[in-house]
């Protein structure tokens, strides 16, 4: 299990190879609650998470503090917003923002979903699912090229919590993504407790599901906590809030696929009730923990194997 | 590929429809698992104009709040991802909204907190330095003919009624003992700036705002000055550059 299948990083080109990348270590998202506290801790951490449309500002407090802390620390820039599995053309304008908020912070990995929130002029805040067939694999690929293209960089792409299926789909999700993942050359992002929320909502094996992704491909990992409600029959229905701790099931599938993997940048997501700097903390040191555990000689920075200063 | 049109009707009505097509592996209700996306869109959405307008929240209560800006939600959703401007027609929707026109200061207080949140977000400039000002401050001539440029941060607002003390008010850990000394119908002018990473407002004179408006729309000191209802100019001008608000200046005969 401890054995990783692969960890070569992508190779389709040639820039890919010489770019930093995040550390093999757990990262946290970074919240406007917490940037004092970062800059007076400067936390031991693999790395901070911002959402780049947060950011999607002239100036003020929190272009001071992002450029403070990313001084400090290596940083993914994950979008929200663009809308990847729109049906419309992508908005250019969202996509120059991105791209001089790139050219501004350098992140060492940009990250979008799987999902779409705009459509006809409408901004719905929400990641939103999407059928999976020929057509929309054909879009989707299309989008993810033109981002590719337009950022100049290969992006990760992030697997969704789904809480309906679409009688259109033709495929499953973990097949709708490996062929993203083949036809584009992006990369993936995958979200444990998304492919758990999605198989407990949708009867699914979670194993089975991570089994059927390109793990080659994964280049960061999202931790993050659920809340519980029931379908209409009483079942159980999973929503990602974000607003709670990694759930126990979660962190064995993390285990689980870490195994498959090897170590991987892992985030813990916290977007809703916001605790302290240091509960966020904790849950990082615990994903450290588990890195640390599986793989004792080869995870960067950790106490077996401490950097020179 | 029509589905997104259905999809994205549904998720801003309030019938508690399901758009077609969709379906849940053990039989039960899609309705139900597509409420869930409703729910995520308006609530995400409420939270963010609740963010926004604090003070309008904390004057009609959570629910109240939450209850019109629901209707706001459905009538005016976002434009755009960013959500930091998402909101700014809410004042003009509250000024429009009849259940609150026993209230009808909240539409100015409501533009206040949103100028609020532009200063916070506004482009960051520096102050032109005060040796630079010296010599300028000194020359009556020069200085009459003078333009300034105002930092990007810088807003006012002027209102018929007392929202600047209403604000104010509220920032403290006990709004409740001053709001009953606030005469409301007592007209109020502030002005908005940022310093450092803080947005201070302070209250000004009704002619100040209107000369920090003319200057900022590119008029000469001295027509600023005349277009003005009489106000302290000296208090203004002092305001302006202990504020680091004066970036820049041209002369022009």
Known sequence: M?????????????????????????????????????LAQTPELGFFEVHAENYMVAGGPFHYYLEKIRARYP?????????IGGQGPLDEDHLARLAALLERYQPESFSEHLAWSSHAGRFFNDLLPLPYTAQSLAHVCAHIDHVQERLGRRMLLENPATYVQFAASTMAENEFISQVVCRTGCGLLLDVNNVHVASVNHGGNAHDYILGLPLHAVAEIHLAGFAEATDSIGQPLLIDSHGAPVAQAVWALYAFTLGLTGPKPTLIERDNAIPELAVLLHEARQA??????????????TESQKAPA | MSDHDDFAATLLSDTGDCPPGLRAWNGSDPAQRFAVYRNNVTVSLIDALADTYPVTQAMLGEEFFRAMARLYVRAEPPRSPVLAWYGDSFPDFVQGFPPASGLPYLADLARLEMRYVQAYHAADASALPMADLAGLLADAN??????????????TVRSRYAVVSLWIAHQGQTPANSLGEINLDL???????????????????????????????????ADAVHSAAPFDLSNALALLIRGGAITHFTLQE
Do not use: Y
């Open chain 1, 75 to 83: 940083l993914s820039i994950h979008g929200v917003g663009l809308s």
């Open chain 2, 142 to 155: 020069a200085l009459a003919h003078v333009r300034f440029s105002l930092h990007p941060a810088l807003e």
């Open chain 1, 288 to 301: 450290d923990a588990i890195m640390e555990r599986l793989f004792k000689d080869s995870v960067p920075g």
């Open chain 2, 187 to 221: 007209g109020e002018a502030a002005l908005l700036i940022r310093q450092g990473l803080e947005v201070e407002i302070v209250r000004i004179e009704a002619g100040a705002a209107q000369f920090i408006d003319c200057l900022r729309s590119g008029a000469s000191f």
């Open chain 1, 2 to 38: 401890n054995q990783p299948l692969s960890d070569t990083p992508f190779m389709g080109d040639a820039a890919s190879a010489a770019s930093p990348v995040l550390p093999s270590r757990a990262g946290i998202g970074l919240k406007p609650e917490h940037f004092r506290d970062v």
